[in-house]
């Protein structure tokens, strides 16, 4: 069984890196669907020769079980409604909505920064819902979709820092997301954790991380790829009635009522104001409304649906399933357990990779590998190889949840970013340096930080001084931000003409800021012990060594071979 | 004439470069022709057809996923979260069960090695574990079914002996259970 899983566990991870860089060049679908053959097959073989034909014909069984079907039907559920909002003008309504909030005391800017973050404030359980009905809504901001408002280079920015902030919400969602995998393991030592002990990490995390991934998409990203947004810009000659003609929106009646039933549904969703009931059910709820009173068909309302996300999460949890059920999964606890046996990485450098697993090798739905993953974490703790105490066990789970999250956002395999990338008509990869330097080096730390010096004080009662860590919480955020934010301003003027010399350049930022990431959440692991904090940051040097190596280096020749 | 020409021309501007257009080549399958399987790749015939076999058994898995709960009568499987909240029952399990989730997992889609393994047939049905439930699914009914379709699957001879003894030396069985499957395992 052990070698059964080491084979498994080769074959899906050496499939899934040649796709990542097309070696494989097919649909992730596809090649998830043919590795889980494979490896069922592989596990038959061995099921029969071990336990005999009986035991052998459970397996599609164990392997059915690896699909988790609440992501996916919460995801067709808001797509459904999205769709209907496409349909009956709900995004004209909000265009005239936010053409009023910009003349409000907040501005343009401030509605943008709350554009950007209502994924994180509505905590959907897939990021993909909220960004199917709203990535529409921020192309039109730009002169390609009408409203005029933005300048290209402001509405990739926007664009993207909408899609990492939507691509990470799903981990401080109370009403099934992904974090709640990991309140549920900490739930065997903290008894409140299923209240929500990893939400402000996640959130506040995410918050930080999503502006540290505007300012990389403004000042790296867009001088590495200039050539590989194809969205039109202001144009140069444009008269003033114009102007005027293309920043006047209206919307009918029923655009208003059912952005209104939009709203509602979410708020019903997430607050639960008439008792428990399923996502799902709320969401099909507010489209058949939106059928009866605003004149939708049902075909509008399947148009907004899409697949690939529901497939490729689908696909994902059978690959992930065979894993489970051969014993893949268990191979890859004892690899990286093995790794914490190395002295120059110990337990320390160990954790510093694993938090970052999910950024290294992004799937196209974050479950796939938490679901997996996070029982071995659990495992390192007291409840097994008592690597880690229960407080240090929630610290990396923080660290580790939020990378976890937002991992599908850099996914070229059919991941959640994509659908910004589309939105901004970048070519597949234009924005994988930013989410992942932001996952890596902001997210995961600060996380890390927040578990330590905030939640502890919160959901561990011995731990009371709030005002002391409050300020500690503070300063680290500065200071993970002052150094991320200096060296990006360095590496952006040294960028260059010479395509290899930038690259180079920004695996080297990833380098330093992964070591510093590595160093930050030992010390929050083990506080100011300096063999370990030396561990973490050679471990996350090799964690971001392999995550900056996977940052493509030109996009427009990919597209030219193709 | 010259319409002709047009047209021919027409048609091979339409025709993609590499593509093949053997009308008289036989049909391996409906819809498939021999040459796409055979000889030219770069059409990518074959790889059209392999995602569409995968984007059905994609369906299918799905459907069967669903399908099984509903046919099992634990429907409400459908609906778990996987978020492991149930985890946090701990000592409050009087029989030291300690991953609920994964026992509602394998109801969903009768998987008996999992749940023998996690101590399905451990069970009391207590309900201790429910009140943990952030969805409140009933586990004990979930779980009382499961151990019954467990038992009958035993019974059928549908469950590898290794997998039950694994179990039983584990103390994973209760005493509602302990003597039809020590007789289903010929000990004395």
């Known amino acids: ?562 | 004439m010259t319409e002709d020409k047009d047209t021919k021309k027409d048609e091979q501007e339409d025709k993609p470069i590499g593509a093949r257009f053997e009308e008289d080549q036989p049909y391996v399958m409906p819809g498939i022709r021999r040459f796409q399987f055979f000889t030219n790749v770069n059409d990518r015939a074959l790889t059209k057809n392999l995602n569409r076999a995968a984007m059905l058994g994609i369906a299918s898995m799905l459907a069967i996923d669903v399908g099984k709960a509903v046919v099992n009568k634990n429907p409400q499987t459908i609906y778990c979260y996987e978020c492991r909240a149930c985890y946090g029952t701990q000592d409050k399990c009087p029989v030291g069960i300690a991953f609920q989730a994964e026992l509602v997992v394998s109801a969903r889609v009768a998987d008996y090695n999992r749940f023998l393994r996690n101590g399905g047939l451990k069970c009391i049905r207590c309900g201790n574990c429910q009140s943990f439930c952030v969805q409140y699914l009933n586990l004990p009914q979930i779980f009382g079914t499961m151990q019954l379709q467990t038992m009958e699957a035993l019974r059928e001879g549908k469950i590898p002996k290794s997998m039950v003894k694994k179990a039983f030396e584990k103390g994973l069985i209760n005493q509602a259970f302990i003597d039809e499957v020590a007789e289903f395992l010929e000990m004395p």
């Not at chain 1, 070591?515 to 996350?540: P, R």
Request: aromatic content about 8%; proline content about 5%.
């Open chain 1, 1 to 562: 069984m052990e070698l059964l899983g080491y084979i498994t566990l080769a074959i899906f991870i050496v499939t899934m890196v040649l796709t990542l860089f097309r070696k494989i060049n097919l649909p992730v679908q596809t090649v998830l669907v043919l590795v889980s053959l494979v490896n069922l097959l592989i596990g038959f073989l061995f099921r029969i020769a071990s336990d005999g034909f009986t035991s052998a014909i459970l397996l599609p069984n164990e392997m059915i079980g690896g699909i988790i079907l609440h992501p996916i039907t919460a995801l067709l559920g808001g797509l459904f409604l999205a769709g209907a909002l496409e349909a009956t003008k709900g995004f004209d309504a909000l265009k005239v909505i936010i053409a009023k909030l910009q003349k409000s005391p907040i501005g343009l800017a401030g509605t943008l920064v709350i554009i950007i973050n209502l994924p994180v404030i509505a905590s959907l359980p897939c990021g993909r819902i909220i960004a199917a009905a709203l990535l529409p809504l921020l192309f039109s901001f730009g002169w390609e979709g009408g409203m005029g408002l933005l300048t290209k280079t402001q509405l990739v920015v926007l664009i993207g820092a909408f899609t990492r902030n939507a691509m990470g919400s799903c981990g401080p969602s109370p009403i099934g997301g992904v974090g709640q995998i990991g309140e549920g393991f900490l739930g065997a030592f903290f008894p409140t954790a299923s209240d929500g002990i990893l939400r402000s990490p996640q959130a506040f995390s995410l918050m930080i991380g999503t502006a540290i991934t505007a300012l990389f998409l403004k000042i790296i990203s867009q001088k590495l790829y200039p050539n590989d947004v194809t969205l039109r810009d202001k144009p140069t000659t444009i008269g003033f009635e114009e102007e005027k003609k293309i920043t006047k929106i209206k919307a009918p009646f029923r655009g208003y009522l059912s952005l209104i039933i939009f709203v509602a549904s979410l708020l019903i969703a997430i607050f639960q104001p008439f008792g428990k009931m399923p996502v799902q059910t709320v969401l099909v709820a507010g489209g058949i409304l939106i059928i009866l009173f605003c004149r939708a068909s049902i075909q509008d309302l399947m148009g907004g649906i899409i697949l690939l996300p529901v497939t490729a999460m689908a696909s994902g949890f059978l690959a992930a399933g065979v894993l489970a059920a051969t014993g893949g999964f268990d191979a890859l606890g004892v690899i990286l357990k093995s790794l914490s046996a190395i002295q120059i990485l110990g337990v320390a450098g160990m954790l510093a990779i694993f938090v970052q697993m999910q950024t290294i090798l992004p799937l196209s739905c974050s479950r796939i590998l938490t679901a997996a993953l996070v029982p071995v974490l659990y495992l390192f703790g007291p409840a097994k190889f008592n690597l880690i105490t229960w407080p240090q066990l929630a610290i990396v789970m923080a660290a580790y949840m939020i990378n976890a999250t937002t991992s599908c956002g850099p996914s070229p395999l059919g991941g959640g970013g994509t659908m910004g990338e589309g939105q901004m008509r970048a070519e597949t990869g234009f924005i994988k340096g930013a989410y992942t330097f932001a996952s890596m080096a902001i997210m995961a730390p600060i996380a890390a930080i927040y578990m330590k010096f905030m939640n502890f004080t919160v959901f561990s009662p011995e731990n009371p001084e709030f005002s002391q860590n409050l300020l500690v919480l503070a300063l680290f955020t500065l200071v993970i931000i002052g150094i991320s934010g200096g060296m990006m301003g360095i590496v952006s003027r040294s960028i260059g003409k010479d395509v290899a010399k930038n690259w180079n350049l920004q695996l080297i930022y990833f380098l330093i800021s992964g070591g510093i990431a590595g160093a930050v959440l030992a010390l929050a692991v083990y506080e100011i012990k300096i063999l370990q904090i030396a561990q973490g940051f050679i471990g996350g040097v090799i964690a971001a060594l392999l995550i900056g190596l996977m940052v493509p280096k030109t996009l427009a020749a990919v597209r030219r071979a193709a």
